[in-house]
């Protein structure tokens, strides 16, 4: 199998060594509770206030609060809880406040749902409002300008996690100031963390939430910024971890990872910089424009984070591009990783007025802070291969076959299994369905060491035939399973009752 070459970083990032090293050092010898006053407990507690003060540091945190939690989803809810509670009480004095919320067209899916859950459930009634942006993803300031007597609670993410597009933070508070706006500001500061500079405490930002997944720390943990005086209110209650603010025993392991990473971060001698993170790009963009001709990249780039690529390429489908790349070892995804499940097109693309076509088949791409030259070379050379493979003309086939209902469970070999499978089947022909172009960016593939025919789907029923006499088994591959099932489906039908699919395909099979 290939080197994979990973490029999918605003989805997750993988975990910094530094970073699992210290996890699994709290779960082996450090794993006291920080609430305990006997020494095990006091060391956990020096620990996490260390990480908190390296975190402060990065974050520019000041005399603000940082509270650790499970990610930037937690932290989003409490932000938005606290603004709403203080709407409510603000109104219960007879306080003017404002009656409407504003949130960027282009926030994670986590800021407008909370806000619809938390207003909805505490009946806080107010008017939630889109704030449009303009053409480059960047927030309409003059939209700003003329609602912003009557905004109670204005989101704006920092960076965007579909696109990269940097906000003009700068500016968004000139507007605040200039009207004497006393709304509260929430910014959404996850892709912005460890790729641009942050002093929270030197802006009038109320809350910014973190989720440590997206910078080399593992999953469930995440911190939360709240600016000295903002209103505050605990979404969790219980035994009163972090001062009461969040209750919960802290995830210490999580915790230490994010400590590695922003030690790293404090001493700058891990990561890529700035320059060198644009210098990457730079030859990811030059081997993009040199594969897909009349590519398309849907947001400025100079405005845009440098780790993040999205582009799209006329008459190729999202989904076509993926299947290829991926072939050829790279995860790229199709908009936001929370929505790849879902056809269609990109919200965020098309609050920026980008055009149906770009907004459906968008490609996003995106890289962290340790990537390497050796992956980007690769890199590189992949995308010319599979600019290649696209470049080459398909020969016309057949349809592909149609799920006939339900998959019968007795036709599928899990991939857990596949290995005492085959070896129960010495004489299988494993056979991957994949496209030509699939087939030619792969290269040779072999499944647990029994050597893989390449029949694409479309010309399966064509092949078929010479399956049907013999009585060697067939175990059909694909990318994630769904066109083999097809195909043993196929062949099932058409007499061959040992044709199977292999459940998950090669993503699983490794
Ligand atoms: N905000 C942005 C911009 C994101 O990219 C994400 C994750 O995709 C989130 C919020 C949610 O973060 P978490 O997974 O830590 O809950």
Known sequence: MQTEIYLDTNATSPVLPAA???????????????????????RARALRESVRASAGRVVGAGDGRLMFNSGATEGIQTAVL???????ER??????????????????KAVPESLAHWNRLLGTGLELRVLPVDGDGRHRLDVLRALAPRVALVCTMAANNETGVVSDLHGIEAVLRDTGSDALWLVDCVQALGKLPLDLAASRIDYAPFSGHKLYAPKGIGMLYVRRGAPYTPLMCGGGQEDGQRSGTEN???????GAVFSALERGDTFRDGAALLACRARLVAALEAALPGIVFNAPLAQSLPTTINFSVPDVASATLLDLFDAAGMRVSAGSACSAGKAGSSYVLDAMGVPAWRSAAAV?????????DASLDLACERIARCGAALAAPMPVAGAEPAMDGAIDSAMLVPADTARDWLAAHPDAIVIDVR????????????LHGRAVRNVPLACVADEAPQWLGATAPLLFVCRSGARSARAAQAVRAMGHPGAWSLVGGFALAI
């Open 364 to 372: 996003r791409l995106s890289f962290g802070a340790l990537f390497d």
């Open 252 to 258: 210490m392991a999580g915790i230490a990872a994010l």
């Open 82 to 88: 606290s603004a709403l509670c203080a709407v409510r």
């Open 91 to 108: 109104r219960a004095r007879g306080d003017a406040c404002g009656d409407i919320v504003l949130i960027g067209a282009t926030e994670h």
């Open 20 to 42: 699992a090293a210290a996890a699994m050092a709290v779960m082996q010898d450090g794993f006291g509770n920080p609430s305990s006053s006997h020494a095990t407990g006091l």
């Open 435 to 446: 496209n030509l172009r699939e087939h030619s960016v792969a290269g040779a593939v072999s």
